[in-house]
């Protein structure tokens, strides 16, 4: 199929470990699903490369929006698809590749208007899909105990109690509806940080995101739903930014290569289904030198990259990765 002459390829951000993706997936070929569209980074780095067409999924109507001007660039090679990537199984099959590219795109933190960032005022919103209970939903509607239980399960906040507590306390004279207005709440109940340390309410922040957006369950369901969409020989990669997400992406595919093992070695050994997954390269792949100092946002970015098998497709217990999750939510 003759390639579309390709458009103006400046990209409004630095898609995180772009380079060494590609590299890892080489030779770039035939139809490839990108789950997380956002600014369209890495469906444009899949074109250049020599993908034959890319369909490109995301749940947020702005991505779309914003790619409309240099899209249309590459004709048919590029197929917009809005959803969410755990139904991928669903938009194709016999892909000869996937990548994911987990948690919020830079666009949607810039916009103060979205209330993801709590560097900027706006509506305490967080949803990806612009529908659906909001951040502030949970915030004034939830019960204690479940807002810090999100705190923790997501956030990793060790002070959730308190935050939790502060929350309900603040929102009995008036509800928390702005994004600075919570990020000041969870300020007053945290140590002053110290220099060179993260905002107080960033952890805070990243679990009312999780919760919102189900991020957590759509990357489970996302990862059983690349097993099923991905023909054999072809490749799945995934870029975390957080140690959950990547623990549930290594957990995932250590147990769908086979390496699962025996929970007890003095016991018989179990008989397993044939593997789904071939991982070549056990080891995670992080950002080179180059690219922290073009981005810095890469430093906690991992990617893992895996191949797809001819095994049947199966299934596999979100608890066996070590997902997190949250009663009552």
């Known amino acids: 199929m003759a390639a579309a002459a390709p458009p103006d390829t400046s990209a409004p951000?630095?898609?995180?470990?772009?380079?060494?993706?590609?590299?890892?997936?080489?030779?770039?070929?035939?139809?490839?699903?990108?789950?997380?569209?956002?600014?369209?980074?890495?469906?444009?780095?899949?074109?250049?490369?020599?993908?034959?067409?890319?369909?490109?999924?995301?749940?947020?109507?702005?991505a779309f929006e914003m790619a409309a001007e240099w899209a249309d660039g590459y004709g048919d090679r590029i197929f917009m698809q809005r959803g969410v990537f755990s139904k991928m199984d669903d938009y194709a099959q016999d892909l000869d590749?996937?990548?994911?590219?987990?948690?919020?795109?830079?666009?949607?933190?810039?916009?103060?208007?979205?209330?993801?960032?709590?560097?900027?005022?706006?509506?305490?919103?967080m949803r990806m899909s612009q529908d659906g209970p909001s951040a502030a939903d949970i915030v004034n509607g939830a019960e204690e105990e479940v807002i810090a239980s999100i705190l923790f399960q997501y956030g990793e906040e060790r002070a959730s109690?308190?935050?939790?507590?502060?929350?309900?306390?603040?929102?009995?004279d008036a509800p928390i509806t702005t994004t600075l207005k919570l990020a000041r709440l969870v300020e007053g109940c945290l140590p002053r940080s110290k220099p060179g340390q993260s905002h107080p309410?960033?952890?805070?922040?990243?679990?009312?995101?999780?919760?919102?957006?189900?991020?957590?369950?759509?990357?489970?369901?996302?990862?059983?739903?690349?097993?099923?969409?991905?023909?054999?020989?072809?490749?799945?990669a995934v870029v975390t930014f957080h140690s959950v997400e990547d623990r549930m992406v290594k957990r995932f595919l250590t147990a769908r290569s086979g390496g699962g093992g025996n929970a007890n070695r003095f016991a018989p050994e179990v008989a397993r289904d044939a593997p789904q997954f071939r991982v070549e390269k056990r080891k995670v792949i992080g950002p080179d030198a180059q690219e922290l100092d073009e981005n810095p946002r890469s430093r906690s970015a991992k990617l893992r990259v895996a191949i797809r098998t001819d095994a049947p497709a199966g299934e596999i217990d979100a608890k066996s990765l070590g997902m997190p999750m949250v009663k009552g939510l």
């Open 201 to 236: 309410a960033t952890r805070s922040f990243q679990a009312l995101r999780i919760a919102v957006n189900d991020e957590y369950g759509e990357l489970f369901q996302g990862l059983m739903a690349a097993e099923r969409a991905l023909k054999p020989g072809g490749q799945l």
């Open 161 to 172: 109690r308190r935050i939790a507590k502060a929350i309900v306390r603040a929102r009995e």
């Open 13 to 62: 951000h630095t898609p995180v470990l772009l380079r060494p993706l590609l590299e890892a997936v080489s030779p770039v070929e035939g139809v490839w699903l990108d789950g997380t569209f956002g600014a369209g980074g890495y469906t444009r780095g899949l074109l250049e490369a020599g993908a034959e067409r890319v369909i490109a999924v995301d749940r947020d109507p702005l």
């Open 97 to 125: 590749g996937v990548v994911l590219d987990l948690g919020v795109s830079s666009m949607q933190l810039d916009l103060a208007e979205r209330g993801f960032s709590f560097m900027r005022d706006g509506p305490l919103d």
